[in-house]
């Protein structure tokens, strides 16, 4: 493997062209895929039992309300939280990491999370390792005694979110990903020109620069972001001693309430803003080398012949470009029904008997209505996302190659951070914006005031509202993933005005969603708890049947 490496990289030596920290990556990335070939152990589970748990997990994927970069981690996050949870109380016995390993990853391929027959059995002792520090963490945390008991829950959930970053790591193992990242940051690092320049240290700078990266090319939150940072803060996060598990364990919670503030600083903003315009430019080359995985010794003679590339970008491009429509609709569709199902649920819980306890109550017109007008405006929302127009595709292809090789054009960006935020003119625009955002709830209560929904419901209904625009926004912030270009049109500039203000609100909604949703707890411990004991029976079941057919000769 060796000689064939060495090959590949003379021919990559030989084409200057390329922009030094690409070939550094592609070599590196290279390296990955030959060294991934090597023999391993797979990890099998039942094909029966898998069908089943892939079925449920489309059903918990409506009912959770999570998009694509985040699923496989939201079903690593379930997990954890139902098995540990009940440790955590002492309701049940404690378990080992080797078992919590095991488990876990059997679980994730059951489920369709991970690939069948293709994670190595030798990563499970990698994680069991990893797993040893979090259940210090988290068994210690009853020991916090200062913490209130809402504060204490956050910070549980916060290490066992923390603990699904690791977990995905580990057996996804993203080098592409991770590699993809470093190179953006690297990229813009180098392009992006402060303002002035004394206002942000070059260490603040990168931060910020990942952050945005983080939050652009991937679609990654807060806690991805968080985790990285963490292992950059303690060098020896991934193998611990004991003396250092106490060290992190002594001040995981006072960095985790600065990373908080850290991460919503108006700075990062400014950066991200820059970053979404040519994260384009990495998602396309995510996509050639993609194409190009199961032939790694072709990585490098590929990006070196400008011609192939381009052809290969331009492919890649309008392939996405052919299914955006589609992956949107789908999108919609998922948090339509969330939200729908969400509807459903609070109405008979809670708008129904505060109703009744008020002497109201619902008649047709009323319920229909209270159901109707979230899901149109969803409908009516994102019906009017339209793809990038025609002349983006030779602006998108110009700017990817800018980032790969020296002689194309390099594009340069300024961030301002000497902001005055206490300007008069900036006054105005959050007066503005407070105006519209009241505007637009004004609006939408009284809908429900003249269809005769009781008054309890029209102050429900008008906050679910907010949520509806929140996924309504969010589904369009996706559908510029080949946008390379921010500049705004007046129907979008209008839209705007109005949806983004009730969006600001729906996301802090969702945010409390995720803490308190009943349906989601209701699944993770009255139906999931059992279904998944029912899993296990069924595939062992199907290999004890295996087994005795196998003796039938």
Not at 14 to 36: C, G, M, R
Not at 110 to 116: A, M, Y
Not at 118 to 136: C, D, G
Not at 272 to 285: M, P, S
């Amino acid at each position: 493997m060796q000689r064939v490496y060495n090959e590949i990289y003379h021919l990559m030596e030989e084409q200057t062209n390329l922009i030094p920290e690409v070939k550094s990556f592609l070599d590196e990335y290279t390296k990955h895929l030959l060294a991934s070939r090597q023999g391993y152990t797979p990890i099998h589970v039942d094909d029966i039992s898998s069908k089943v748990a892939r079925f449920y997990e489309v059903i918990r994927k409506v009912i959770d309300w999570q998009d694509d970069a985040t699923i496989r981690r939201g079903a690593i996050e379930r997990i954890l939280k139902r098995v540990l949870f009940p440790k955590l109380t002492g309701l049940a016995a404690q378990i080992t990491p080797d078992f919590l390993a095991e488990s876990l990853t059997i679980e994730l391929i059951r489920g369709g999370h991970l690939p069948n027959d293709t994670v190595p059995r030798e990563r499970v002792a990698i994680l069991s390792v990893s797993l040893e520090k979090y259940l210090f963490f988290l068994q210690n945390s009853s020991s916090r005694g200062f913490l209130q008991v809402k504060e204490k829950i956050n910070y549980i959930t916060f290490i066992i979110e923390i603990m699904a970053c690791e977990i995905e790591e580990i057996l996804v193992n993203p080098a592409k990903e991770y590699g993809l990242m470093n190179l953006m940051t690297d990229a813009l690092v180098k392009r992006i020109r402060v303002i002035p320049e004394h206002k942000l240290s070059q260490s603040e700078k990168r931060k910020w620069t990942y952050i945005s990266v983080c939050l652009s090319l991937y679609n990654l939150d807060d806690n991805f972001i968080f985790f990285q940072i963490l292992k950059n803060k303690f060098p020896f996060w991934h193998r611990p001693n004991q003396e250092q598990m106490k060290i992190i364990n002594n001040q995981l919670d006072t960095v985790w309430k600065n990373l908080q503030n850290e991460i919503n600083s108006p700075s990062m903003k400014k950066f991200l803003r820059v970053a979404e315009r040519i994260d384009t430019v990495f998602t396309l080359i995510d996509d050639v080398l993609k194409k190009l995985e199961d032939k790694p010794k072709s990585i490098l003679p590929a990006f070196s012949n400008k011609d192939s590339l381009t052809q290969m970008i331009t492919e890649a491009y309008q392939k996405r470009y052919a299914t955006l429509k589609t992956r949107l609709f789908r999108l919609a569709i998922f948090s339509t029904l969330s939200v729908f199902l969400s509807n459903w649920v609070t109405f008979y819980i809670i708008e129904v008997p505060l109703a009744n306890i008020f002497y109201e109550g619902f008649n047709f017109l009323a319920a229909a209505v209270d159901f109707a007008i979230p899901t149109v405006l969803m409908f009516c929302l994102v019906s009017i996302i339209r793809p990038p127009a025609q002349k983006n595709e030779k602006m998108a292809i110009g700017t990817t190659l800018g980032f790969i090789y020296q002689d194309e054009k390099q594009e340069y960006y300024q961030i301002r951070v000497s902001e005055n935020k206490k300007s008069v003119f900036r006054f105005v625009m959050n007066i503005l914006y407070l105006i519209f955002m009241i505007a637009v709830f004004a609006g939408v209560a009284f809908i429900f005031y003249i269809a005769k929904i009781p008054i309890t419901s029209v102050v429900f209904d008008t906050f679910t509202i907010a949520l509806t625009v929140f996924a309504a926004v969010t589904i369009r912030n996706k559908s510029s993933e080949l946008n390379v270009d921010d500049r705004t049109n007046f129907s979008d500039f209008l839209l705007d005005i109005f949806s983004v203000p009730v969006a600001k609100v729906g996301s802090i909604f969702a945010q409390k969603w995720k803490e308190y949703n009943i349906v989601s707890i209701f699944f993770n411990f009255i139906i999931e708890t059992p279904f998944a004991v029912v899993l296990d029976f069924i595939g062992r079941w199907s290999e004890f049947i295996k087994e005795r057919r196998a003796e039938l000769h």
